[in-house]
Nanobody, 117 residues
């Protein structure tokens, strides 16, 4: 089993920045990729950014150029630096870890990000 804990959410004004962090524990050797997802009120959960076990990254078009994902593949930690935040970025942000060995997704409890003046 894998446990994920997010931190770093909060309230920020439009144009501001926040940094989210995710730390995995448990059977972290089984994790292949770690990702950020978000879910706004009344909307489906959507992909935000991915960090793979070989250091590759991928982003949703809506955050390219504003968000940067990074991580430590040995420790299975992952950060999301969010700059130029917009009100439409308001959502609960979830950390995800995928294990190809068990073909299983793991989720954190989520952290609220609110962008408002």
């Amino acid at each position: 089993q894998v446990q994920l804990v997010e931190s770093g959410g909060g309230l920020v004004q439009p144009g501001g920045s926040l940094r989210l962090s995710c730390a995995a524990s448990g059977s972290i050797f089984t994790i292949d990729t770690m990702s950020w997802y978000r879910q706004a009120p009344g909307k489906q959960r959507e992909f935000v950014a991915m960090f793979t076990n070989v250091g590759k990254t991928n982003y949703a078009d809506s955050v390219k150029g504003r968000f940067t994902v990074s991580g430590d593949n040995n420790k299975k930690t992952m950060d999301l630096q969010m700059n130029g935040l917009k009100p439409e970025d308001t959502a609960v942000y979830y950390c995800n870890a995928f294990s190809a060995l068990f073909v299983k997704d793991y989720w954190g409890q989520g952290t609220q990000v609110t962008v408002s003046s």
